[in-house]
C-alpha cells in the first residue's frame, strides 16, 4: 500500500464518520423542528437534547478533520477546491456557524424555546447537507472550469445537472433515514415508548426514498461519467452487500426488534457503499485535473502526518470510548434520571 | 475585479474572522485553566464557594467555546478559501501543526463535553477535577500548534526552493522556527492574564452593582492573583520577543519604533505623531531601543533604510504596539497595587472608582490582545510567507470575495450580540445567592 493511498483512506473514513454523525445531528434538528410544527415536541426534545448535548461539538471536529487532513496530505486541493468553493463553502459555513452557536445559546443558555429558533435550526440541518454534497459532484468533473489556467466553478453546469441535484436528494434522505433509526435506538434505550415509536415511523418512512435516491445516482453517473461508472459497475457485489444490509434494517425496524443491530446494519450499509463509490473514484480528486498521485505532499510530510495520526488516535479512541461509555452507554443518563448538567 | 483587489479583500475578511475569532479562542484557552485552578482551590480548602465559582464559569465558558468552534471552524476553512495559492505551497511544509492543532481540539472537545455532563455524578469531586486537565492541555495544545503555524509564516525554515520547487521539506525544522518559542509563550501568557483579568472584572461588576457576597471577593481575589502573575510572565516573554525581532524581522521592529537609521544606543519612542521621519509629540526613552533589541544599552539596531521600500511594513503599527505594551504594563502595575493593597487591607480598593477601574481590566486585556494580533499581523506585510511568497501573491482569484465580507460581517454580528445577551441572561437570571440558596436546599432534601 503506498502512502497515497493511506493518506485518502484516512481521510475517507473520518468524512465517513463525518457523514454518520452530522446526519444523526442534522435529523435531530429537524425531526425535532418537525414535532414542533405537529405539537409532538413533548415527546421527541428531552431525547434529543440529552444525545446531543455532550457530543454536538466532537461532531464538528470530524468535519474539520477532514478538510485539515485533506489539505496537509494533498495540498494542491487547496488551490483547485479552495478557489472554486469560496461561496458554496462559506455559505455552509455561515450555517454551521448559525447551528452551533445556536444549540450552545438555546440549551446551555438562555433556554429559548422560541418556536421561530426551533424551525430555524432543523431548516439549517437540511439546508447544511444541501450546501455541503455539491463538493461531491463538482468531483466528477465538468462543474469546476479552466480559465487562464485558473479553476473557476460552473455556476449554470451546477444548477442544470441533475447529477447535482439526486446528491442533494440523496443526501437529505439519507441524513432523515440515518438520525430516524438511531433515534430509534436511542429513544427505545431510553425506554421512551412514544419517542420510539414516532421514530421508528420516520425511519420507516425515509428508507424507501433513501434507497431509490442512491441507486438513481448511478444511473445519472453514467450519462455524466462514463468512466467513473464502468468502475462502479465492476463493484457491484459490494452495493449488493450494502443492499442486503438496507434490507436488515428495515426488517428488523419493522418488526421492533433489536433497534441496536438495526443501526450497526445501517452503518454497514453506508460504510460499504461508501467505501464502494470512493475505490470507484480512484485515482482521481477532481476529475480530470487532480489524481491523488500528482497532488500528493513530500514524503517527509506524509510520513510525518501518519505518525501523528496513529498517536492522535491512540489518544483518540480511549478518550470517545470513554464518551460514549459516560453518555451513550450509560442506562442512568440516558434514561435522563439525575440532571448532571453543569 | 483586478489581482490586487482581490488581495485586499481576502485580507480585509481575514481580519475580521481572526479578529472575531481571538476574541473567544483567548477565552477558550484561558479560562479551562481558571476553571481548574478554581476547583482546585476548592477541594483543597473544601469550600463550597470556589467549586461554585468553577461551576459558574464553565456554564458561561460554554457559551465561548461554542462560538469559538464555530469561528475557528471558518478560519481554517477560510485559509484554503482566501489564500489557495498559500495553502498549497505552505501545505507541503506546515500541515504537520495544523493536523496536531486538530487532535488537541478533538480532545478537549470530547473531555469538555464529558466534564460539563459529569456534575455530581461522581461522588469524588476530585475525579471530576481530573477531566478538567485533559480540557485545559487539549486548549493549550491547540494554540500551541496554530501560534506555531503562524511562526513559521514569519520565520520560515524547514525547507528549500529549488527551481521553484520545494525540496529538502523538514516538518519538525519548519515547526521550531526561531519565533516559534517567544510566539507560543506570548500567547499563552497573555491568554492565561486576559482571562483572568476579564474573570475580575465580572466579579468587580457585581460587587458594584451592590452584591456583597463573599463568593464575589474570594472570586476577585484570586482572578486579581492569577492575573498578576500572568501579566508578569507576559511582560518578560514581550521583552525576550523584542529581541527576536531584531535578530529575525529586524524591519517589524524598525517599523514599530519608527527607527529609521541603523545606530548604536538607540532610542525608545512612546506614543508621538510621525511627521516624515520625525516623531512628534514623543516621549524618547534613550537606549531603552538597545537594551530591548539586544540587551544592551550601545548594542546596534538595524533601522527602516536598510530595507527596501517595498518590504517595509506599514508605520501605523507603532500605534499597535503602544496599545499593547502600554496596556500590558498598566494591568501589571494596577493588579500588583491591588494584590499589595489586599494584603495589607488597605481600604481603597474597596472604593467604587477602583472596582471600576477593575471592570475596565478585562476589556482593555482584549484590546490588547487585539492590538498585539494586528501588529504582528500586519507587522510582517508585504510578506504573507516572510522573505518566500508576497500576500498579493496568495490570494484567491475569485471574484465574489467581497459578497462574502458582508455575510460573514453579517454572520459575526449575529453571533456577538447573541454571546452578549445569552451570557447576560444566563447571569441575571440565576444569581449567586439564588443558586447557592437552591444548593442549600437541595443538600437538605437528600438528607432527610
Known amino acids: 500500500m503506498t502512502l497515497e493511498i493511506i493518506g485518502i483512506s484516512v481521510l475517507w473514513l473520518f468524512l465517513f464518520l463525518y457523514v454518520i454523525v452530522a446526519s444523526i445531528d442534522f435529523g435531530a434538528g429537524f425531526f425535532n423542528a418537525y414535532s414542533a410544527f405537529t405539537n409532538k415536541q413533548h415527546i421527541l426534545t428531552n431525547i434529543i437534547q440529552r444525545y446531543l448535548s455532550p457530543v454536538w461539538e466532537v461532531t464538528n471536529v470530524f468535519f474539520v478533520f477532514f478538510f485539515v487532513g485533506i489539505i496537509g496530505f494533498f495540498p494542491l486541493t487547496a488551490y483547485y477546491y479552495g478557489t472554486a468553493l469560496l461561496v458554496p463553502a462559506s455559505i455552509a459555513l455561515v450555517l454551521l456557524a448559525i447551528r452551533g452557536s445556536y444549540y450552545a445559546f438555546a440549551t446551555y443558555g438562555a433556554k429559548i424555546n422560541h418556536r421561530g429558533y426551533i424551525y430555524m435550526y432543523g431548516l439549517s440541518g437540511l439546508l447544511l447537507p444541501a450546501a455541503l454534497s455539491p463538493v461531491l459532484a463538482m468531483s466528477e468533473g465538468g462543474f469546476i472550469k479552466m480559465a487562464d489556467d485558473k479553476p473557476y466553478l460552473d455556476y449554470w453546469a451546477l444548477f442544470t445537472s441533475p447529477l447535482s441535484w439526486s446528491i442533494v436528494v440523496l443526501s437529505l434522505t439519507a441524513v432523515l433515514y440515518i438520525s430516524a433509526v438511531f433515534l430509534t435506538w436511542y429513544a427505545d434505550k431510553a425506554g421512551d415508548v412514544k419517542a420510539t415509536d414516532l421514530m421508528r415511523k420516520y425511519a420507516l418512512i425515509w428508507a424507501g426514498p433513501a434507497i431509490i435516491t442512491a441507486t438513481g445516482i448511478i444511473f445519472e453517473l453514467r450519462a455524466h461519467n462514463a468512466e467513473h461508472y464502468t468502475r462502479l459497475l465492476d463493484l457491484w457485489w459490494v452495493f449488493g452487500i450494502s443492499f442486503l444490509l438496507f434490507v436488515g434494517t428495515v426488517y428488523l425496524i419493522w418488526k421492533r426488534r433489536n433497534y441496536g443491530w438495526a443501526f450497526i446494519l445501517l452503518v454497514g450499509q453506508f460504510f460499504t457503499a461508501f467505501f464502494a463509490y470512493g475505490f470507484s473514484h480512484y485515482p482521481y480528486l477532481l476529475y480530470p485535473y487532480l489524481t491523488i498521485y500528482d497532488s500528493f505532499t513530500n514524503e517527509s510530510m506524509a510520513i510525518a502526518l501518519i505518525i501523528a495520526f496513529i498517536a492522535g488516535l491512540g489518544l483518540l479512541l480511549p478518550s470517545l470510548y470513554l464518551l460514549f461509555r459516560l453518555f451513550l452507554f450509560d442506562k442512568d443518563y440516558v434514561k435522563g434520571k439525575s440532571d448532571y448538567h453543569a | 475585479m483586478g489581482f490586487e483587489d482581490t488581495a485586499l479583500l481576502s485580507r480585509i475578511l481575514t481580519l475580521m474572522t481572526l479578529s472575531f475569532h481571538i476574541l473567544y479562542a483567548t477565552v477558550g484557552v484561558g479560562v479551562p485553566l481558571m476553571i481548574m485552578i478554581a476547583q482546585w482551590v476548592g477541594i483543597k480548602k473544601n469550600d463550597d464557594h470556589y467549586i461554585l465559582l468553577a461551576r459558574r464559569w464553565a456554564r458561561g465558558f460554554v457559551i465561548t467555546v461554542a462560538v469559538g468552534v464555530v469561528t475557528g471552524t471558518a478560519i481554517g476553512l477560510q ?63 491547540s494554540s500551541l500548534f496554530i501560534t506555531v503555524v503562524n511562526a513559521f509564516m514569519n520565520s520560515p525554515q524547514g525547507f528549500e526552493v529549488l527551481n521553484g520547487e520545494l525540496v529538502n521539506v523538514s516538518p519538525l525544522l519548519a515547526m521550531l522556527s526561531p519565533a516559534m518559542p517567544t510566539k507560543v509563550a506570548h ?10 483579568f476579564l474573570l475580575a472584572s465580572i466579579a468587580a ?7 456583597n457576597h463573599v463568593y464575589h471577593k474570594k472570586a476577585l481575589f484570586l482572578t486579581m492573583k492569577l492575573g498578576l502573575v500572568f501579566s508578569i510572565a507576559t511582560a518578560l516573554i514581550g521583552d525576550f520577543s523584542g529581541k527576536y525581532l531584531a535578530e529575525y524581522q529586524p524591519e517589524k521592529l524598525a517599523a514599530a519604533e519608527w527607527h529609521f537609521e541603523t545606530e548604536e544606543g538607540a532610542e525608545l519612542i512612546l506614543f508621538g505623531v510621525l511627521d516624515g521621519e520625525e516623531a512628534k509629540y514623543a516621549i524618547k526613552v534613550p537606549y531603552a531601543l538597545s537594551i530591548l533589541a539586544h540587551g544592551l544599552p550601545d548594542s546596534e539596531v538595524t533601522g527602516l533604510n536598510e530595507f527596501p521600500k517595498d518590504e517595509i511594513p506599514p508605520l501605523w503599527i507603532h500605534y499597535l504596539f503602544d496599545t499593547m505594551v502600554t496596556i500590558g504594563m498598566w494591568l501589571a502595575f494596577f493588579s500588583f497595587v491591588y494584590v499589595v493593597a489586599a494584603w495589607r487591607g488597605w481600604s481603597f480598593i474597596k472604593a467604587k472608582w477602583f472596582r471600576w477601574l477593575i471592570v475596565a481590566g478585562g476589556p482593555l486585556a482584549l484590546i490588547a490582545i487585539e492590538a498585539g494580533w494586528w501588529f504582528t499581523e500586519v507587522g510582517r506585510q508585504p510578506w504573507i510567507l516572510r522573505g518566500y511568497m508576497k500576500t498579493s501573491e496568495a490570494a484567491t482569484t475569485s471574484g465574489q470575495v467581497d459578497l462574502m465580507i458582508i455575510l460573514f460581517a453579517g454572520l459575526y454580528f449575529i453571533l456577538g450580540v447573541g454571546t452578549i445577551v445569552v451570557l447576560s441572561r444566563m447571569y441575571k437570571r440565576n444569581p449567586v445567592e439564588k443558586e447557592l440558596a437552591d444548593r442549600e436546599a437541595q443538600k437538605g432534601g437528600e438528607q432527610e
Open chain 2, 79 to 141: 485559509l484554503s478559501l482566501l489564500w489557495p495559492n498559500f495553502m498549497q505551497l505552505a501545505g507541503n511544509v506546515i500541515a504537520l501543526p495544523l493536523f496536531m492543532e486538530v487532535f488537541a481540539f478533538f480532545f478537549e472537545a470530547i473531555f469538555l463535553g464529558i466534564y460539563l455532563y459529569t456534575w455530581d455524578r461522581f461522588e469524588d469531586q476530585r475525579k471530576h477535577l481530573l477531566l478538567l486537565i485533559p480540557v485545559a492541555l487539549g486548549a493549550a495544545a
Open chain 2, 187 to 196: 500567547v499563552m501568557a497573555t491568554a492565561f492574564m486576559t482571562s483572568a
Open chain 2, 205 to 211: 461588576f457585581r460587587m458594584i452593582r451592590g452584591s
